[in-house]
Structures are given as C-alpha cells and as structure tokens.
C-alpha cells in the first residue's frame, strides 16, 4: 500500500517565519530566564534519554513505538517517552537532591491548538522537601515568564489571567461542589474504593449526560472537563489540588485525608499548565496502581505497555520529595499571545 503524503506544512518559509519569529524568541527568553531561576536556587539541570523501555502507565496516555536491533539481529521493543518522569526518579534515588530538565515528550493521537505530538516538558523534582513548595515554584515562574516577555497579563481565545497574582487554592472537592453541585467525597473511601452509582445519580441531579457503561473515573472526568476546568484560571491562575487517590497513579496519600492525594494542577485562562505529585515512594503501591491503570487501558484500547522494572527498584532508595511537570510550550503560548502551539515550536512535526 503506497504512503499517504503528509500536507504541506510551510512553517520554514521566510513570510511565515517572519510572522512566529517574535513567539520564537520569547520563548528562548522564557527558557533562559528559567534555566536562571532553577540555577538560583541550587537545581542541577539533568538530561534524560527519549528512548525507555515503558514510556509510562496511564491508561489514556498514548505512546510512539519503535524497537532496537541488537548485533545478532534479535529485537527489543522501545518507545519514545510521554514524559521524563521515570528517568528523573532514578536520578533521584542516585542521589541528587534538585533536579530540573527540559525535555522533549512524545504522545500520539494528540493534535490541537494546545495539543503536538512532540512537545516540550519542564519537570523539576525537590528531594525532602512538600508539595507545596512547589506551588510557590508555579507562582515564581508565572511571575518570571511575564516579566521576561513584557507583558501584564495572559491570555487565551478572549480570556485573561494575571500572573502577578498569586494563584487561587482550589480542592477538587471543593470544585466540584462549586462548580457541580456534587459532593465528590461521598463516592470515595479512604481505602480508595469508588461507588460509581452514586456519582451517577450525582451527574444525573446536575444535568451531566453520561452513559451507561461509564466507569467511575469516567464519570469524574465528564464533571471535571465539562464544569470544572472551563473556569479554572480566570483573573488569577488556579491551582487544584487534592485529587481522589484513584486519579494520581504516582502520587502519595494525603495525611490530612485518606481519600485524596498529593497531586495538583495548575491553570491560567482555562488552560491546563502543571501537573504536580507528593511522590509516593512505595514500590509495591506503586506497581499494584500501574497494574491496574494497564488493565484499564486493554479494557479501552486493547493495548498495554510493560512496567520499567528499573524505575520500580529505584523507588525502593528513592527519598521523600515531590515533583511537576510544566507543558513548556502552553506557557509560553500564554506569555507571548500565540494562538496554535505550533507557534511556538521552532520546527513543527508535519501534519499527517
């Protein structure tokens, strides 16, 4: 069967370049002011491989696969990371308390405005040291991005956010009571047990469509994607955080509170920025969640990928510490105006 010919995609033409040039820039200055930022404050930049042996384990992330040939010719199935997670943990329980990296990720069946298949992430890790810190990192960064490009406010598809202001602390609870009506809580245990018919019966109250074979997480991802992040971020950035422990596969229980974790998010102008963990450092946990999150993802897509059983030892060593990763690209197309992602990446992927 001949190959579909990918559509033009002209981005290296001089008028069209012309027009991306002062997005592009502003990007360098925003990567360099916040290579200054983590300098600073004693993070040592790492370096992560794109190649792994499992490119992660959510059930709804989508991998690039390939395979390396080894001198007798055998096969060995690899793919191109979603994030450099995985990497950044070992590099973790090697030792080194800070560590930040720039990296390029990769996820199928995602293109969009927000959306690339190749894109940049910032993920930063502070060993001995909570979660909340690294709110106040979000804070300082939004703070830095505006700064370095000059302007005041965010904005998105006619919505603004001032990133001088410091962002607004949100439960997901809290969220979905505001936002829903629905007390989420209810329909989660402390030992992570979920009742879906009551969370139905919940959508059903607030008018929230939803099918029949939805599955908890289903539900919960109909409430929050139609109600909840739409008026996240608005006027000032919006941090959520408290997520049903069967929502953070990689996050560490809450001690306040058995039925959440220590994972956040955080938005400006409805957009999704950050995703942040308490890390939770057990292996055996650890594993049982991945598990589950691969028997979800051959139940939706008939499809599975292995657990890197380096990343589940290094756990085993690995300190107390928490992490994020920052979509590098959403920032910037905030600060700078740009309003396709592929405004702000210096060589886009061709379109297929």
Same mark, same amino acid.
């Given at each position: 069967m001949a190959a579909i010919p990918h559509r033009p995609s002209p981005w290296w033409t001089p008028d069209v370049h012309r027009d991306r040039r002062p997005f592009l820039l502003g990007r360098n200055a925003i990567q360099a002011a916040?290579?200054?930022?983590?300098?600073?404050?004693?993070?040592?930049?790492?370096?992560?491989?794109?190649?792994?042996?499992? $490119?992660?384990?959510?059930?709804?992330?989508?991998? %690039?696969?390939?395979?390396? /040939?080894?001198? +007798? #010719?055998?096969?060995? $199935?690899?793919?191109?990371?979603?994030?450099?997670? %995985?990497?950044?943990?070992? /590099?973790?329980? +090697? #030792?080194?308390?800070?560590?930040?990296?720039?990296?390029?990720?990769?996820?199928?069946?995602?293109?969009?405005?927000?959306?690339?298949?190749?894109f940049t992430m910032l993920e930063w890790y502070r060993a001995g040291e909570t979660y909340h810190v690294l709110m106040e990192d979000c804070a300082a960064l939004?703070?830095?991005?505006?700064?370095?490009?000059?302007?005041?406010?965010?904005?998105?598809?006619?919505?603004?956010?001032?990133?001088?202001?410091?962002?607004?602390?949100?439960?997901?609870?809290?969220?979905?009571q505001r936002f829903a009506g629905i007390d989420l809580l209810a329909t989660a245990s402390a030992s992570g047990e979920t009742d879906r018919d009551a969370l139905a019966r919940a959508l059903a109250a607030a008018g929230i469509r939803h099918a029949a074979d939805d599955t908890w997480a289903d539900l919960y991802s109909r409430v929050l994607v139609e109600r909840i992040e739409p008026k996240l971020g608005f006027g000032r950035p919006t941090i959520l955080y408290g997520y049903p422990v069967s929502e953070a596969a990689l996050a560490r229980r809450s001690a306040e509170d058995p039925r959440v974790a220590e994972r956040f998010e955080l938005y400006a102008c409805g957009v999704e920025l950050a995703n942040a963990f308490g890390e939770l450092t057990d292996p055996v946990e650890q594993r049982r969640r991945f598990e589950a999150e691969m028997a979800e993802k051959r139940?939706?897509?008939?499809?599975?990928?292995?657990?890197?059983?380096?990343?589940?030892?290094?756990?085993?060593?690995?300190?107390?510490?928490?992490?994020?990763a920052l979509g590098f690209d959403r920032l910037v197309m905030l600060a700078t105006g740009a309003t396709r992602i592929e405004q702000v990446l210096w060589a886009p992927v061709a379109e297929v």
């Amino acid at each position: 069967m001949a190959a579909i010919p990918h559509r033009p995609s002209p981005w290296w033409t001089p008028d069209v370049h012309r027009d991306r040039r002062p997005f592009l820039l502003g990007r360098n200055a925003i990567q360099a002011a916040f290579r200054g930022y983590f300098a600073r404050h004693d993070f040592i930049e790492v370096d992560t491989a794109t190649l792994q042996v499992s $490119p992660g384990n959510e059930a709804h992330l989508h991998a %690039f696969g390939t395979e390396a /040939i080894d001198h +007798a #010719g055998g096969r060995h $199935p690899l793919f191109l990371h979603t994030s450099p997670e %995985f990497a950044c943990k070992k /590099i973790l329980a +090697a #030792g080194e308390p800070r560590i930040a990296c720039f990296a390029h990720v990769y996820r199928n069946r995602e293109r969009g405005p927000l959306h690339h298949p190749e894109f940049t992430m910032l993920e930063w890790y502070r060993a001995g040291e909570t979660y909340h810190v690294l709110m106040e990192d979000c804070a300082a960064l939004l703070r830095l991005a505006a700064e370095t490009t000059g302007t005041t406010l965010f904005s998105w598809r006619g919505e603004t956010c001032d990133p001088f202001l410091e962002p607004e602390r949100l439960s997901v609870a809290e969220a979905f009571q505001r936002f829903a009506g629905i007390d989420l809580l209810a329909t989660a245990s402390a030992s992570g047990e979920t009742d879906r018919d009551a969370l139905a019966r919940a959508l059903a109250a607030a008018g929230i469509r939803h099918a029949a074979d939805d599955t908890w997480a289903d539900l919960y991802s109909r409430v929050l994607v139609e109600r909840i992040e739409p008026k996240l971020g608005f006027g000032r950035p919006t941090i959520l955080y408290g997520y049903p422990v069967s929502e953070a596969a990689l996050a560490r229980r809450s001690a306040e509170d058995p039925r959440v974790a220590e994972r956040f998010e955080l938005y400006a102008c409805g957009v999704e920025l950050a995703n942040a963990f308490g890390e939770l450092t057990d292996p055996v946990e650890q594993r049982r969640r991945f598990e589950a999150e691969m028997a979800e993802k051959r139940r939706v897509y008939g499809e599975e990928y292995p657990l890197d059983e380096d990343f589940l030892a290094a756990l085993s060593i690995m300190p107390d510490a928490s992490g994020i990763a920052l979509g590098f690209d959403r920032l910037v197309m905030l600060a700078t105006g740009a309003t396709r992602i592929e405004q702000v990446l210096w060589a886009p992927v061709a379109e297929v």
